[in-house]
Nanobody, 113 residues
Framework: QLQAYGGGLVQTGGSLRLSCTTS????????MNWYRQAPGKQRELVATTTSSSDTNYRDSVKGRFTISRDNAKNTVYLQMNSLKPEDTAVYYC?????????WGQGTLVTVSS
């Protein structure tokens, strides 16, 4: 129900934009989140946007990442700038609301030094 894409290999300091689409009925009522999981580490919350477009970020990505949502396209984006090797991870899209917690399949972001 969630389709994430846009990962890839980028050099340190580069940029990538991740996208995640879902159905309108899910998207409109959900808080949309981006998580990531690096090898050997726990999954961590990266950024959040609520149904009213409020946003929140983990400290390590503030000022570099921007989460946004396009309600017309049922899509949430994660614009990642000034990427660092420690941003290397599988990034997951998540949709959460009362009664459900949905995950996408993950997209790999690799930042080379």
């Amino acid at each position: 129900q969630l389709q994430a894409y846009g990962g890839g290999l980028v050099q340190t300091g580069g940029s990538l934009r991740l996208s995640c689409t879902t159905s309108g009925s899910i998207f409109r009522s959900s808080t949309m989140n981006w998580y990531r999981q690096a090898p050997g580490k726990q999954r961590e919350l990266v950024a959040t946007t609520t149904s009213s477009s409020d946003t929140n970020y983990r400290d390590s990505v503030k000022g570099r990442f921007t989460i946004s949502r396009d309600n017309a396209k049922n899509t949430v984006y994660l614009q990642m700038n000034s990427l660092k090797p420690e941003d290397t991870a599988v990034y997951y899209c998540n949709a959460r609301a009362l009664g459900y917690n949905l995950w996408g399949q993950g997209t790999l972001v690799t930042v080379s030094s």
